[in-house]
């Protein structure tokens, strides 16, 4: 059965985009969805693409978390991270949804897509992420 852990500004760029993390899910993905508005769209009237990379860089990085911690609190670091654009985006949600493909257990490779509520494909990423190790965190440490 799923866990309820939807987590809600926690983070800067949470606030500052409006996104929300869904890590209740049993399949060991993490979700990250955006309702768009016209402060997500670009000049061109379609979603940024760099708020679609923020989407998949944290659905990605918690899904690495889901990976050892069951909340999906654990941090990673993004080692790298490629990103393909697809489709436009213009309206309506749009979820980012994470897949460990391989790794071990402190660098996990990740997969993420981008869909919109009809289900459209709107990119994909491949990334690198890397466990913070446990004395970073105790000393309060981010690197």
């Not at 996104?19 to 402060?39: E, F, I, K, N, P």
């Not at 654009?85 to 490779?109: D, E, L, N, Y």
């Not at 990740?110 to 994909?124: F, H, K, N, P, V």
């Amino acid at each position: 059965m799923a866990k309820d852990l939807i987590i809600h500004n926690e983070t800067g760029p949470q606030r500052l985009i409006g996104y929300v993390l869904d890590v209740s899910h049993d399949d060991g993905g993490a979700r990250c969805w955006l309702d768009l508005t016209d402060a997500h769209l670009n000049r061109h009237g379609v979603l940024h693409g760099g708020i679609a990379t923020i989407l998949m860089d944290s659905a990605s990085g918690a899904t690495g978390s889901m990976s050892i911690d069951p909340d999906g609190r654990a941090p990673f670091l993004t080692m790298s991270l490629t990103t393909n654009f697809i489709a436009p985006a213009r309206t309506g949600r749009v979820t980012a949804t994470g897949r460990i493909t391989g790794g071990g257990s402190a660098t996990v490779f990740i997969d993420a897509r981008l869909e919109g509520e009809d289900g459209q494909l709107i990119a994909t990423s491949t990334g690198v992420f890397r466990k913070v190790p446990d004395h970073r965190r105790s000393t309060g440490h981010q690197t």
